[in-house]
């Protein structure tokens, strides 16, 4: 299950290690693709999390944050504290792969690769505990409710790093359409920020054949929706990034009936804050001026998510020089971009210094798509890539 990309690199002592137990690791990550938890749900997933760490003698505490796991094990007389995170949750997903494992649970999935970043962070929390090859503090952080925003906030309101204090943070994602394997480096802005909208444009109703008499929403929809993107193209500056996407649009049950009014969800993505801001500012304001150009009203609530997700440039290096001095160099992706996507360990950030990486998932399904898969020939390189950054760090 190994991937060699020079096909001749010797294996070192963690890759053996990890290979060792590697059909072990697979059949935890496909017991877990097959019992996918929601959000905030995540009870089955938590305890087996926990049950495994404490066999392999780690502290263990749970519930942090709702269904957070948080192991701790120490080693040696080194004072530094490194923390690695995991997610945990899956997405309300009909899965249409028709694998063995596939999902038993209708219209949940994990169709992000969550089941294998737990699996690829205990498979190094086995091999480290068995070799206790570092000296000083390590602390696992197995999160729950990342797909909905919840879960690094609350593990964090919870006391997560005066409970468990760490000098460093890390985590990674799976990406697909990148060589399965590849780790992915980006200092500064790695992932968007994304908030959401919802606007609701009011006008009056009535029989279709008669739009003369009435105050038509789908029209005025239909001419904000158009306009949103002028904000893009014309509010922000072109060497600068922003998203905006109408993800849905509601109104009318007939086709010969003009409804009161118009529901229309969005999302906006920014790698800066001072985007966010304009994003936010904008919207509504294009919002009810495109409304009232057709005699409607828009009624918009604007809500702040996830801030971009900002990597250390210090970690960021370490993390790199960690794959460059254990892998060969078809193994990192030469000037990987960052991704428009969002990450709540964005907030994790915000509390102490760390990066979040990226590892190829090769060319599989896009994430969120109920055909995507977790590739299980990443979870040996990314274990070991754990399994080094935690000796080297923790040095």
């Known amino acids: 299950m190994n991937i060699h990309i020079d096909g001749a690199r010797p294996q ?5 290690g990890i290979l060792a137990f590697i059909e072990e690791s697979i059949a935890i990550r496909r017991d877990l693709h097959r019992h996918p938890e929601l959000s905030l749900k995540e009870k089955r997933t938590a305890a087996l999390i926990a049950r495994y760490l404490l066999s392999f003698g780690y502290e263990v505490t749970e519930g942090v944050g709702g269904h957070g796991v948080v192991a ?41 690769g969550h089941d294998g970043h737990t699996t690829i962070l205990l498979a190094a929390a086995r091999y480290l505990a068995e070799t206790s ?22 593990m964090i309101k919870d006391r997560l790093f005066e409970r468990f204090p760490v000098d460093a943070v890390f985590g990674l994602h799976n990406w697909p359409g990148v060589e399965a ?19 609701r444009i009011v006008g009056r109703g009535g029989h279709g054949a008669a739009p003369h008499e009435t105050v038509d929403p789908v029209l005025a929809s239909a001419s904000f929706v158009t306009a949103l993107q002028s904000i893009v193209s014309r509010n922000v500056d072109p060497r600068e990034m922003a998203v905006l996407t109408v993800g849905s649009i509601h109104g009318g049950t ?18 800066s804050p001072v985007v966010r801001d304009r994003l936010e500012e904008r919207l509504p304001a294009l919002a009810k001026a495109q409304a009232e150009s057709f005699g409607a009203k828009a009624e918009v609530a604007y809500a702040r998510g996830f801030p971009p997700v900002i990597n250390h440039a210090v970690q960021t290096a370490f993390a790199q020089d960690v794959a460059r001095r254990h892998f060969p160099p078809g193994q990192i992706a030469e000037s990987f971009q960052p991704r428009t996507a969002s990450e ?33 020939t990443i979870i040996a390189p990314a274990a070991r890539f754990w399994v080094r950054l935690a000796e080297d760090y923790l040095s």
């Open 72 to 112: 701790t094990l120490k080693r040696g007389h080194g004072e530094k504290r490194l923390g690695i995170r995991a997610d945990i949750d899956a997405l309300p997903i009909t899965e249409e792969t028709g694998l063995a494992y596939a999902s038993d649970t209708p219209g949940v999935m994990h169709a992000c």
């Open 254 to 271: 007939a086709s010969n009936v003009i409804p009161e009014s118009v529901e229309l969800q969005i999302t906006a993505r920014a790698f």
């Open 181 to 199: 394997g590849q780790f992915g480096f980006v200092e500064g802005p790695a992932m968007a920020s994304v908030d959401k909208a919802k606007v």
């Open 12 to 16: 070192d002592d963690a890759e053996r």
């Open 344 to 376: 709540d360990f964005a907030f994790m950030l915000q509390e102490r210094p760390g990066s979040y990486l990226f590892v190829g998932n090769g060319d599989s399904a896009p994430l969120h798509s109920p055909h995507y898969d977790f590739n299980d």
């Open 133 to 154: 090859s570092f000296s000083g503090t390590l602390t696992l952080i197995f999160q729950p409710a990342e797909e909905i925003g919840a879960g690094a906030r609350a």
